[in-house]
Structure formats: C-alpha cells, structure tokens
C-alpha cells in the first residue's frame, strides 16, 4: 500500500508526541491506516505532500541518496529574488551543515500558485516586505535543506509546500486529507 497525504501546518510527521511537548499536533488524528509509516519527514512547519507505506522496500528505493529522487517545492520567501540571486541553487555546491548540495531547479514564479490553500495560522504579512513564490526541485533530502538553501542566498523560507514526488503530484488534495495510491499513480512516484 502507498498512501499520499497532505501534511497540515503545526503537525509533526510521526505518530506519537514527544514526551516533553504532549500538545503537539501528530499524525495519530488523520485516520491513516494503521500498518503504515512514513517515507520521509516534512518538518512541523512544512506543508504538503509526505507519503506513507507498509512495503519495506519502498522506504528504500525512495529514500537512498544513491536514487536521486526528485521532489518538488513550492517556497515563499522574504525579498523579491532576480534570476541571478537562484544561480547558486542551480549550479550546486551551496554548503548547508557541511554537506555540498546538488545542483536543483530554481526560478521565480509570478503569481501565487491558484491551487495553493490559506494557511492556518497565516504567515505573517509585512506591509513594506515583499514576498515572492519560488518553484525548486530537489534531488536529495537533508534536514530543512530547502530553508536553508533560501537563506543561504538571501531570501528566508516563510513557507514551504511539498507539491510533488518524482512525477506524481500533490494535485488537489486537501491539507488532513490522504488517498492510497493505484499502479499509475504508484509508478508517477518513481518516475524519474
């Protein structure tokens, strides 16, 4: 089984609380079937799409670095980003923690994507900052790496939504909402 589920702002991607913090928001209130787990994080204050299985090696083919998988996100900054400003990104070799990043997908978008829903609560709005939608497309996954890559170049992260795994995208699925995947769907995720 694959199951594709829309991630909400605030909740943590597991299923259990952590013990010093029993009133954050978890997996366990979304009615995910019970025999899977997650394939990968999205971070408390990351949205989108996170997909869960019960097929062990799925975890693996999706998740070794050696696979190169590609994700795509949908990134609000600070600032107004030229072309240039995206370079580093594209070229790779940013540094984040000690690691090299590779080479991504990056440019500017003009407009806030239609299919993109409020936030609850909603990012902060500053009258004199202007804010500007980015499109990126990883092939590797570290720890808030898309964040850091953002600031890393000048313009903060102020949100960030998973919209796609390899070819299969987070279409019109709503945030708390999750569907199991059939074979054309399954085969998107891996595309390369």
């Not at 913090?21 to 799409?49: C, H, I, N, Y």
Request: charged residues 30%; positive net charge; proline residues 8%.
């Amino acid at each position: 089984m694959l199951v594709a589920f829309n991630k909400p702002y605030g909740i943590l991607s597991q299923f259990n609380p952590n013990p010093n913090e029993p009133d954050q928001g978890t997996l366990k209130g979304f009615d995910l079937p019970k025999s899977v787990v997650p394939l990968g994080r999205l971070d408390m204050d990351s949205e989108g799409l996170l997909l869960f299985t019960d097929e062990k090696a799925l975890e693996h083919k999706l998740l070794h670095p050696r696979f190169q998988h590609r994700r795509r996100y949908l990134v609000l900054v600070e600032g107004e980003p030229e072309a240039s400003d995206l370079e580093p990104m594209r070229q790779g070799g940013l540094i984040i923690k000690g690691h090299k990043c590779l080479p991504c997908r990056a440019r500017a978008l003009k407009q806030k994507p239609d299919f993109v829903w409020e936030r609850n609560p909603p990012v902060r709005v500053r009258q004199k900052i202007i804010d500007t939608w980015l499109r990126l497309e990883l092939r590797e996954g570290k720890n808030r790496q898309v964040r850091r890559m953002t600031a890393a170049v000048g313009f903060p992260t102020l949100r960030l939504i998973r919209e796609g795994i390899g070819a299969f995208p987070l279409g019109d699925l709503q945030p708390g909402y999750w569907k199991e995947l059939d074979e054309e769907e399954r085969a998107a995720v891996f595309a390369r």
